[in-house]
């Protein structure tokens, strides 16, 4: 069977027999190709990804013709040689590729359709089975039996399992090119707006009746607002950045040296900035880079600055 070469844009490749055991995965991390190997293209593709399949005969020629020139993935490929390889009937080999070579398959699918027409052609064909020995027995009811019938049976119970195991080897290849779409409407059907009548719409509506709907509907909004809450506004989120406030009281300290904690606060534009700047002197005490002292119990508070 053809071999599979995958080369990434720098030009380093590997090359594989397309017999499924090869490891794609690790050969496509190690050539850097990020893409999912099995859905990579026959022939070129995206990032300088190149995808080529050598063949030996001029059967094999002929597949990876098909194959490249419908742009199938390297998954197909895989698919194509395996189901080939299952082929063992001698004649059922000739006949695929002297099809082949005269150009018979267009696609794939068309190769899938021919091999399993042949498959139910070949299990169709009755086989004479020749047994030398010629005995007759005799049942318990005096009734002769021949000893080969059993033998027969039992051949034609083999043929028809070998058949099902052909339908559902070939089910499990059809299986891997269904796909499925969305259902799509055509344009007309989703254009389409069913008419409205507005009388039978309306019916025995008046503006009375619309009067007392919307005195409805304006009762029930007025009955959600929470008097309470209400006259208290909108509160909006008063922003201050930590670290901003930190470098600007750590400057305030070097520049001043010994200063007044109150003269400090008042020198804040908001509640926000005046908690924020307490909890940054009470760091700054922690870190041992400003000392506090208070004379008396209600003396204004001293900072003396240690940077």
């Known amino acids: 069977m053809y071999k599979i070469a995958i080369e990434n844009k720098d030009g380093e490749k590997y090359e594989f027999e397309c017999d499924g055991t090869a490891n794609l995965y690790a050969f496509t991390e190690e050539l850097g190709i990020k893409e999912y190997p099995y859905s990579l293209k026959i022939g070129e593709n995206r990032n300088g990804v190149k995808v080529r399949l050598k063949a030996d005969n001029d059967f094999d ?18 698919t194509v040689s395996h189901a080939l390889g299952e082929v063992r009937d001698e004649w059922m ?10 150009g018979q398959y267009a696609t794939k699918e068309e190769l899938y359709a021919d091999i399993r027409k042949m498959k139910i052609e070949l299990s169709s064909v009755q086989e004479d089975f020749y047994c030398p020995l010629h005995a007759v027995i005799v049942n318990e009811d005096g009734e002769e039996e021949d000893p080969r019938a059993e033998l027969v049976q039992k051949l034609l119970e083999y043929k028809m399992y070998k058949y099902m195991s052909f339908e559902l080897r070939d089910r ?32 025995d509506m008046n503006l009375n009746k619309l009067h007392e709907i919307f005195r409805s509907i304006v009762k029930k909004q007025e009955d959600k607002i929470d008097p309470v809450r209400s006259q208290y506004g909108n509160i909006e989120k008063d922003e201050v950045d930590m670290d901003i406030k930190m470098l600007y009281v ?55 600055s240690n940077v």
């Open 172 to 203: 499990q290849v059809d299986a891997a090119r269904n796909m499925y779409r969305e259902q799509r409407l055509p344009k007309e059907v989703e254009a389409y707006r069913q008419p409205i009548d507005y009388e039978e719409l309306i019916g």
């Open 250 to 304: 750590e400057a305030y300290a070097r520049e001043h040296k010994t200063f007044s904690f109150r003269k400090l606060l008042e020198k804040q534009n908001s509640k926000m900035e005046v908690i924020v700047t307490f909890l940054i002197i009470l760091e700054l005490m922690k870190t041992g880079k400003i000392n506090i002292s208070q004379e008396n119990i209600f003396d204004d508070i001293m900072i003396t």
């Open 93 to 102: 080999r000739e006949e695929i590729e002297r099809n082949a070579l005269n």
């Open 61 to 78: 020629e002929s597949i990876a013709k098909i194959l490249k020139e419908n742009r199938n993935t390297l998954n197909d490929a895989l």
